[in-house]
């Protein structure tokens, strides 16, 4: 067993006065460890085991929580070699955030493009969205997605100044990975979930010649902000998208 597993604190203990199942309160408390950086983002995590050992809990208990958190992707399981701490730079997980799939054949990488990259004021709806003070600065992004040299997705994306110091236009073009696997590797923010709006728009002139439709074209207009832990909003991102040969495709349960 490991010191660290081993190591137990009063924080570490499920709390007998918190009316939840104890698994929910383990569960709780592996969030707190992923939040504050304990195990990073592609490590494993000490076995269930050990952390039975340093919760004072159950296996069983430990399991079911683990297994929760697999199923919300913040920890993935791998057959024989453990539990590690889910990143966005694995392959499946770079398709996560993104539902637009084509009509035909299967989904495949995209290129990315970074028109702007500056910080501004954030505009009053962006910093209520963002849970920021009237006057804060963001990092304002505009990138444009293409497939087969065909543009496809215009993003403007609002960040916390203050958690993105560092961003600049020179590093962006510098990257070659996924954008949430940046964000999670040099800026420690990782996206956990995202909530989304969905609308029709028709294109307008500035929009239409970036995505090379004509003004007026029918757009899949995305409105999503991405949450880290603690339900922390730390993004807002309005995609434009060109649905000719692509859909938006989602599974419900």
């Given at each position: 067993?490991?010191?660290?597993?081993?190591?137990?604190t009063?924080?570490?203990?499920?709390?007998?006065?918190?009316?939840?199942?104890?698994?929910?309160?383990?569960?709780?408390?592996?969030?707190?460890?992923?939040?504050?950086?304990?195990?990073?983002?592609?490590?494993?995590?000490?076995?269930?085991?050990?952390?039975?050992?340093?919760f004072?809990?159950?296996?069983?208990t430990?399991?079911?929580?683990?297994?929760?958190?697999?199923?919300?992707?913040?920890?993935?399981?791998?057959?024989?070699?453990?539990?590690?701490?889910?990143?966005?730079?694995?392959?499946?997980?770079?398709?996560?955030f993104?539902?637009?799939?084509?009509?035909?054949?299967?989904?495949?990488?995209?290129?990315?493009?970074?028109?702007?990259?500056?910080?501004?004021?954030?505009?009053?709806?962006?910093?209520?969205?963002?849970?920021?003070?009237?006057?804060?600065?963001?990092?304002?992004?505009?990138?444009?997605?293409?497939?087969?040299?065909?543009?496809?997705?215009?993003?403007?994306?609002?960040?916390?100044?203050?958690?993105?110091?560092?961003?600049?236009a020179?590093?962006?073009?510098?990257?070659?990975?996924?954008?949430?696997?940046?964000?999670?590797?040099?800026?420690?923010?990782?996206?956990i979930?995202?909530?989304?709006?969905?609308?029709?728009?028709a294109?307008?002139?500035?929009?239409?010649?970036?995505?090379?439709?004509?003004?007026?074209?029918?757009?899949?207009?995305?409105?999503?902000?991405?949450?880290?832990?603690?339900?922390?909003?730390?993004e807002?991102?309005?995609?434009?998208?060109?649905?000719?040969?692509?859909?938006?495709?989602?599974?419900?349960?």
């Open positions: 067993m490991s010191a660290d597993a081993a190591r137990t009063a924080t570490d203990r499920p709390r007998d006065a918190v009316f939840l199942p104890l698994y929910k309160q383990i569960k709780s408390l592996l969030v707190q460890r992923l939040q504050q950086g304990e195990w990073k983002p592609g490590a494993p995590i000490p076995s269930e085991m050990e952390l039975a050992v340093r004072q809990v159950s296996q069983g430990v399991r079911k929580a683990i297994d929760e958190l697999a199923a919300e992707n913040l920890l993935i399981r791998r057959q024989g070699k453990g539990t590690f701490v889910a990143t966005h730079q694995e392959p499946r997980a770079q398709f996560r993104l539902r637009l799939v084509p009509d035909r054949g299967e989904l495949v990488p995209s290129q990315s493009a970074f028109l702007e990259c500056r910080r501004i004021k954030a505009p009053a709806d962006v910093a209520q969205q963002l849970d920021l003070r009237g006057g804060d600065a963001v990092v304002y992004l505009r990138r444009l997605l293409s497939l087969g040299g065909m543009p496809l997705v215009l993003d403007d994306i609002w960040l916390p100044a203050a958690l993105f110091r560092g961003l600049t020179d590093r962006l073009a510098g990257y070659q990975g996924p954008l949430y696997g940046l964000f999670e590797s040099e800026f420690g923010t990782r996206m979930r995202a909530e989304e709006r969905i609308r029709a728009v294109a307008g002139e500035d929009v239409a010649g970036l995505l090379a439709v004509a003004p007026g074209s029918p757009l899949l207009l995305v409105d999503r902000v991405s949450y880290t832990y603690s339900d922390q909003p730390v807002v991102r309005r995609g434009f998208c060109v649905t000719t040969e692509h859909h938006y495709h989602n599974e419900l349960y």
